[in-house]
């Protein structure tokens, strides 16, 4: 049976719109309590801004075969065990017959500061990572097979973040890859490394700019960190967790 992708375009784009709007709708209401906040953070004060990608993977749980899974999404029941730390707090788990079937991470970075806050993302990503997959090994959520681990990033499209970057390291030289790209490269770069390496098992980047608000518009930079992508690797998971329940 072909995977159902839950028309993933379209909610995408719906995604991307709420995501805008939600961040202005967060700035204004800050600005009427006389309680604006410095800089960007009056756009993030006001809610989960990529609620509207959870809602894309709610639809594709119930499109490929699972409706009756459990998907967590209120911050009480999205805490995971660790193992270098004694719990995580996820953005979104899909839960089945008491099996984890996906721990999912829905980030978002919009300007000014890409360089402090591209750096504190890859630390998160990769922490995060390494502390699931040894818990894991260490039998943390029972014997099950392997769970979808997926981060996804959401970065504004603008000059700085699409703006070369020269690297400097006195000691030693930065890898090829990383010599005078912008942040949105890096990003895509991290995202690629995070899948090469089995970190997780869907990573993607996408860019859209400000004005997107009305349009939903955004763009991708790699085959291996597209949007469809990741969407396919998801659905098939479920499909695959669907197919062992029926068998």
């Known amino acids: 049976m072909a995977l159902n992708l839950a028309n993933y375009d379209e909610k995408s784009r719906e995604a991307v719109r709420a995501f805008w709007g939600n961040r202005e709708a967060a700035r204004k209401k800050q600005i009427e309590l006389g309680k604006s906040d410095q800089g960007e953070r009056a756009g993030v004060t006001g809610g989960k801004n990529m609620d509207g990608f959870a809602a894309l993977v709610l639809d594709l749980v119930a499109a490929n075969g699972l409706a009756d899974a459990q998907i967590m999404r209120e911050?009480?029941?999205?805490?995971?065990p660790g193992y270098f730390r004694p719990t995580k707090l996820w953005d979104l788990l899909v839960i089945?017959?008491?099996?984890?079937?996906?721990?999912?991470?829905f980030k978002s970075q919009v300007g000014p500061s890409f360089?402090?806050?591209?750096?504190?993302r890859a630390e998160e990503s990769l922490g995060t990572a390494v502390d699931f997959w040894?818990?894991?090994?260490?039998g943390a959520f029972g014997e099950i097979p392997k769970p979808f681990v997926g981060w996804m990033i959401l970065v504004e499209d603008e000059p700085a973040s699409?703006?070369?970057v020269k690297e400097?390291?006195?000691?030693?030289?930065?890898?090829?890859?990383?010599?005078n790209v912008s942040y949105a490269e890096r990003y895509n770069i991290l995202c690629k490394k995070l899948v090469k390496e089995q970190h997780y098992t869907a990573a993607s980047v996408l860019l859209s700019p400000r004005d997107a608000i009305n349009s939903g518009m955004y763009s991708e930079m790699s085959e291996l960190t597209d949007l469809k992508t990741f969407v396919t690797g998801f659905a098939g998971h479920i499909a695959a967790a669907a197919a062992r329940k029926s068998a």
């Not at 008491?98 to 721990?103: I, K, N, W």
């Not at 400097?168 to 010599?179: I, Y």
Request: hydrophobic share 35%; aromatic share 12%.
């Open 162 to 164: 699409r703006a070369k």
């Open 168 to 179: 400097t390291s006195p000691n030693f030289p930065v890898f090829e890859e990383f010599k």
């Open 134 to 138: 040894t818990a894991y090994r260490e």
């Open 75 to 80: 911050r009480r029941a999205l805490t995971l």
């Open 115 to 120: 360089g402090n806050n591209f750096n504190n």
């Open 96 to 105: 089945h017959g008491g099996q984890l079937l996906a721990a999912l991470e």
